[in-house]
């Protein structure tokens, strides 16, 4: 009689098992992910021979692999294959790869390369949205950055100005450019889409120069349609309304000079002129401080103490919260935006978690602000540890996307934040460390069922599902079955037998396929070496 093992580490038995037992209702995705503890990247290729490309990700379906040239100038798009070759021996995974195994086109084809940015302009490589609808790809270009540029045009003093940054929209299936979006003396934070966030069909770009949020819709045909803009003004028609007001102001101004002296025409005219660049704050800045005001307000409910406490708590602090900045932003849903304001210096360093942040919750339709925090409150921090998955946008069509492992879905996950808690010396620092990865970035995590949680456990100092570069270790990194504590895999990147020279700065990043066992780890030096890729799949 055959025996099920739910640890038994043969594909065969695993389906055999599921023939036999319906699984719990609601549980049937998680069963079927378990197949994914024996069918794991076990083989490697080191140091394949692949082209001096800077590569980026795989999109979110898993049909493309995108990558750049060395320069910067051109996107090069493969499709990922699979190595195939014959074996005449009876026991085939005994045998050696065969040569062709080493070139990385016998795991990938290329499909075209595409210019992008012209002779001044780069291509931002850590920039890239995936539209899996339509398959597009959103894309950035962009010029140096002047540092010292003048503020001027309504610009905030000590941002930086890039005189082009271009978004370009293409259809990934032929690399046909479908439209562009050009942005000119401004700056947006394009280091890992922290600037631009994707949801559904709205793309939401945060100008930090001139303190405006862009909310564009991404059409079926390929084209980008300003939706709105959100900063200066929140209503569409804030400005006409303003612009109308000033223009009675200055008829009224007018129809008063006829009944001055002629000696001091002038001086009224002086007295009188407007300059909304310098009269008003921004209208998104005023929803701010309405907010505030009324939630201090509403603190007290005695009289004689309400104007003492508002003092204290709001006028002493007003001019803090008046030079508060927009530094990012992200679609809660298709009529909510989460924004973080903070200082200036904090908008424009590579390490913001040492500036004091604020977090607003806005609604686009009615332009009222509805909910405002301290990246360090607990109250805030209790909504984060509980519904951490609502901060993500699920995917529609991608049901293995909806399975990247959190705090609030995950028990293992859920364990590890608890353990940092108890440990943690400072309850508000940790808090707050924990905060500033809010508002999160677009397509910032890896669905690969390798990182799931439940599934593997691994060293996520060394490796994880968010992407970014790590200090490479030579030392393989083990994934190991939660189900049977066994080793069921090991990641190792760089040259097999390792580096000589341990003094050398290394840095490694990994791209996982979304659904197949397959994977590229990558290693680089601060020199001008080649990258050593290696090519990790399941033979």
Not at 444 to 452: E, L
Not at 522 to 536: C, D, F, G
């Amino acid at each position: 009689m055959f025996r099920s093992n739910n640890n038994n580490n043969n594909v065969t038995a695993r389906i055999f098992h599921r023939q036999i037992r319906t699984p719990a209702p609601g549980t049937s995705f998680h069963c079927a992910r378990r197949f994914y503890e024996n069918i794991v990247p076990s083989s490697t290729v080191y140091d394949a021979e692949c082209p001096d490309n800077s590569f980026r990700k795989f999109t979110e379906d898993g049909q493309y692999l995108i990558s750049f040239s060395r320069n910067h100038q051109d996107l090069i798009v493969y499709r990922p294959s699979w190595l195939t070759f014959s074996c005449k021996e009876e026991d085939c995974d005994g045998q050696d790869l065969p040569l062709k195994a080493r070139k990385f086109e016998s795991f990938f084809s290329q499909l075209y390369s595409v210019p992008l940015a012209s002779s001044s302009e780069l291509i931002c490589k850590d920039f890239f949205l995936y539209i899996e609808s339509n398959r597009f790809g959103l894309f950035a270009t962009s010029t140096p950055q002047v540092h010292d540029a003048p503020a001027i045009g309504g610009a905030i003093h000590g941002v930086p100005s890039v005189e082009k940054i271009t978004f370009h929209l293409l259809r990934l299936e032929d690399g046909v450019i479908l439209d562009e979006r050009v942005f000119r003396n401004d700056y947006v934070n394009l280091a890992h889409s922290m600037g631009v966030f994707l949801y559904d069909d709205l793309l939401a770009i945060v100008s930090l120069r001139y303190q405006k949020i862009h909310i564009i819709q991404i059409r079926d045909s390929g084209t980008l349609v300003d939706v709105r803009a959100i900063g200066e003004f929140c209503q569409e028609d804030d400005e006409l309304f303003l612009n109308s007001s000033s223009q009675c102001t200055a008829n009224a101004d007018k129809s008063r000079q006829h009944h001055i002296p002629v000696d001091h025409v002038g001086q009224s005219d002086n007295h009188n002129q407007h300059s909304p660049e310098n009269s008003f704050l921004s209208g998104i800045k005023q929803r701010l401080l309405s907010f505030i005001f009324q939630g201090i307000w509403n603190e007290e409910t005695d009289e004689t103490l309400r104007m003492q406490h508002v003092k204290k708590k709001f006028y002493f602090h007003f001019q803090d919260y008046v030079d508060l900045i927009m530094w990012k932003v992200q679609l809660l849903d298709r009529h909510h935006l989460l924004i973080k304001f903070g200082s200036v210096d904090g908008g424009v360093s590579r390490n913001a978690d040492n500036h004091p942040a604020f977090l607003a919750v806005y609604n686009m339709e009615t332009t009222e602000i509805i909910a405002f925090y301290q990246n360090s409150v607990d109250e805030l921090y209790l909504l984060f540890e509980q519904f951490c998955d609502h901060f993500h946008v699920t995917s529609k069509r991608s049901l293995y996307m909806n399975f990247i492992s959190s705090h609030s879905n995950n028990i293992h996950a859920r364990d590890q934040v608890r353990s940092s808690k108890n440990k943690a010396t400072s309850l508000p620092q940790f808090v707050k460390k924990m905060l500033s990865s809010l508002p999160y970035c677009s397509q910032s995590q890896s669905p690969s069922p390798y990182f799931d949680q439940s599934l593997f456990r691994y060293d996520e100092k060394l490796i994880s599902a968010t992407e970014r570069h790590r200090q490479c270790t030579d030392h393989p990194i083990k994934f190991i079955s939660r189900q049977s504590n066994t080793l069921k895999f090991k990641i190792k990147p760089g040259p097999e037998v390792g580096t000589a020279d341990g003094r050398v700065k290394k840095i490694s990043s990994f791209l996982f396929h979304p659904f197949l066992p397959l994977a590229l780890s990558i290693q680089q030096t601060w020199s001008l070496q080649p990258a050593v890729v290696n090519i990790h799949f399941r033979r």
